[in-house]
């Protein structure tokens, strides 16, 4: 082989080289580049809002999403449900989620139903008491480690403390508060935001 072609095939192979070292810099530049319009891992944890779609939420059903590391509820509340509420007022330690309001409560959700519509029930599902996470009770009646005339609700099998559908904690339990209901927002009829309201408050 000549000397001319050991060259040419030399910088053919250079060329090569560079040409394959080039393309895999630019798709890691690129795919960096996708990447910050994406919420990261660290911005999730520390709140990003979450958007749940709950348009196919039957009545009864109970959703569960992660938002700031923490489970949040959402319950699609029955006529029958929300019809038991006002029925708990005598037997809870704080009706009109007046304590600590500022925390566990936005200003939108300090009513029975503790939500902004009716029937649907955003709440944190850890329990104010050593942050266990409380188990669904929708069947009324009598049932183990709780009352003959429950009506329904989240029992915490860790201590026994007990909430209402709206998360309102019942009287002489160790949770000294009712369940956090979270900052949120509807995005259309059937969008949630968790995270951020209206105001723009998280």
């Known amino acids: 082989m000549s000397i001319e072609k050991q060259v040419d095939s030399g910088r053919r192979g250079l060329l090569v080289a560079t040409c394959a070292a080039g393309g895999v810099a630019g798709l890691a530049t690129a795919g960096a580049f996708v990447s910050t319009f994406q919420p990261s891992e660290r911005a999730k944890a520390a709140?990003?809002?979450?958007?749940?779609?709950?348009?196919?939420?039957?009545?009864?059903?109970?959703?569960?999403?992660?938002?700031?590391?923490k489970p949040?509820?959402?319950?699609?509340?029955?006529?029958?449900?929300?019809?038991?509420?006002?029925?708990?007022?005598?037997?809870?330690?704080?009706?009109?989620?007046?304590?600590?309001?500022?925390?566990?409560?936005?200003?939108?959700?300090?009513?029975?139903?503790?939500?902004?519509?009716?029937?649907?029930?955003?709440?944190?599902?850890?329990?104010?008491?050593?942050?266990?996470?409380?188990?669904?009770?929708f069947q009324s009646g009598a049932q183990p480690s709780l009352p003959e005339d429950w009506r329904g609700g989240f029992l915490c099998p860790c201590h026994g403390s007990t909430f209402d559908l709206a998360g309102r904690v019942f009287k002489n339990k160790p949770a000294p508060d009712n369940l956090q209901v979270p900052r949120y927002m509807y995005a259309g009829d059937t969008k949630l935001i968790i995270g951020k309201d209206e105001k723009g408050e998280a």
């Open 47 to 69: 709140g990003a809002p979450v958007e749940v779609d709950i348009a196919s939420l039957a009545p009864g059903e109970l959703r569960t999403v992660e938002w700031r590391g």
């Open 72 to 137: 949040v509820w959402i319950l699609k509340r029955t006529p029958e449900m929300l019809a038991s509420l006002p029925k708990n007022d005598a037997e809870l330690a704080d009706p009109k989620s007046e304590r600590n309001a500022d925390e566990l409560t936005p200003p939108y959700a300090r009513n029975e139903h503790r939500s902004i519509k009716p029937d649907v029930l955003v709440a944190v599902g850890i329990c104010t008491h050593l942050g266990c996470s409380p188990g669904a009770r």
